[in-house]
């Protein structure tokens, strides 16, 4: 595995550490090569050592890190520059002669996207995309992280070129929200429970919720998320899944391409806020402090909040709107979708008061991965009274564990070769159309950013946004 950017937050942070679980568990096999490529000189050991200073807690891995760092080697070099690549071949090769065998090649682009076109380059003129022969090629793999491009065109002009190198079988989109357990779960739960699937629909569905909710701002990534923005960071892909989860329909298998075809098919019905009418249906906000932070411009006009309701136009949601929020310097971390249903206790029990909302479904995908049913029962008491009461599943208290995590299991599927839990181009040409039209309505409009009060749940246009439907914020 050639790691691209293997100084950066996303190896330090995520890969890293799930190799070296993976390999605890004995999930990586005998004999692998971890190869880091980035600007900074190093060498092997050097590498090794820095790797060491960012695991969090390395006592946790006993003595598997020992064993496992002489796995790690590393290749210094400029992304735009073909020298690096050519050395990084010729210490491939050596792997490939030790081994006498072909090894299979995973490349990780693991950069800010803006160097994105200057690595995929370099491997065609280097030809490292192509293995250690042309007749190996279909071997290698090129996984590629979020966001996938700026808008649509960037989006296209990607997908061309990585197309251009590999076929689609090849290539893994990474956003790791669909490794999430919930996530995944949440096919699981709709399809194999008799008791939700029939309601799951605009006869008993009033509109859907979802919250997605750092409490955290932009800290060290303000250079990368200034240029970016929350739309694109999150809206784009972690809540295009999220979106598709809920509404998609039941796949004709578990398998790989019927899920991603009925993902596809959702983010594609998704009801396009056309560009005069974005101010009435987005709100974006920008936390008060957010202008104080390190690498921002001080006349940064960068969304840190967007509110959005919209309609999925499939016979399933037809007219059911959906209100999705998502922000940093909010209350707390929390990502959540609720499914609220429409309230039928007062056709009984109206002259004993029921309940403003009543039965409310919701998948927590985040901090404890969880569902919780909200339901209408009688308080006690000689008198008629209703109340709400919830009944919670918690993964970690049910299964005495969280789970594999995100990173771990898409890892294991790229050695697998398994795309079940990645993007096709569909679905993401799908996604930026939806996006794009709203940031081009931004731009002709030249939106109103309001700001917020940091450690709330943003700004007031956003409550207004539901509200003015007979809603509220859950």
Sequence with gaps: MVIFGATGDLMKNKLLPSLLKLYQQKK????????????????NEEFRKDMALHLRSINQYHNAWESFKNNLYYQDGDFNDPRGYKELIKNLKLFDKKNKSCITRFIYLA??????????????????????????????????????????RTAITLDRKLSRLFEEKQIFRVDH???????????AFRFANGVFEPVWNKNYID??????????????????FDGVGLLRDVGQNHLMQLIAAVAMEMPRSFTKEYLRDERAKVIHAIRPIEEKDVSKFVVAGQYRDYLKEKNIPKDSNTETFVAMKFFIDTERFANVPFYVRAGKKMPKDVVEISIVFIQTCQILFKEYGCPEIGNVLTIRIQPDEG??????AKSPGAKLALGTVDMKFSYQEQFKTRGIEAYEKLLLDIFAGDQMLFNRSDELSSSWEFITKILNGWKDKKAKIVKYIDGTWGPKEAQDLIERDGKKWL
């Design 111 to 152: 950069t800010p996207p803006n160097y994105y076109e200057a690595i995929l380059e370099n491997l065609k003129k280097t030809k490292l995309s192509k293995g250690c022969g042309d007749k190996d090629d279909k071997w290698t793999r090129i996984i590629v992280e979020k966001p996938f491009g700026k808008d649509l």
């Design 177 to 187: 929200y669909l490794g999430k357990e919930t996530v995944q779960n949440m096919v």
């Design 371 to 376: 569902i919780n049913l909200r339901v209408i």
């Design 28 to 43: 990586l096999g005998e004999k692998f090569y971890i190869v880091g490529f980035a600007r900074r000189f190093f060498t």
């Design 207 to 224: 509109h859907v919720q979802i919250t997605f909710a750092e409490e955290r701002g932009v800290g060290n990534r303000g250079q990368f």
